[in-house]
Nanobody
């Protein structure tokens, strides 16, 4: 089992920045591809960003590419999502997820482990 705990959400004005983090425990963190997803009220949970377990290559949703950066620190068992130039449409609950040695990071249903989510609210 892998336990994931997100933190670092909050309320920010449009154009501002936040850096949520997600700390894992229970298994060898470096063996897991990690993803960030978000879910706004009344909408499905959607892919935001992912980082592969091997080599650390990254992938982004077109809606956040160039504004968000995903990174990981395997020594701290933590994955980060640096969010810049935030927009009101980025408002959602943000979830991190983990999947064992998966080359595919964009597909929600492939992830086995999920955190509880952290709220990000961007005011206009």
């Amino acid at each position: 089992q892998v336990q994931l705990v997100e933190s670092g959400g909050g309320l920010v004005q449009a154009g501002g920045s936040l850096r949520p983090s997600c700390t894992a425990s229970g298994r060898t963190f470096s063996d897991y591809s990690m993803g960030w997803f978000r879910q706004a009220p009344g909408k499905e949970r959607e892919f935001v960003a992912g980082i592969h377990w091997s080599g650390g290559s990254t992938d982004y949703s077109p809606s956040v590419k160039g504004r968000f950066t995903i990174s990981r620190d395997n020594a701290k068992n933590t994955v980060y999502l640096q969010m810049n130039s935030l927009k009101p449409e980025d408002t959602a609950v943000y979830y991190c997820a983990a999947n064992y040695r998966d080359r595919q990071v964009r597909t929600r249903d492939r992830y086995d482990y999920w955190g509880q989510g952290t709220q990000v609210t961007v005011s206009s």
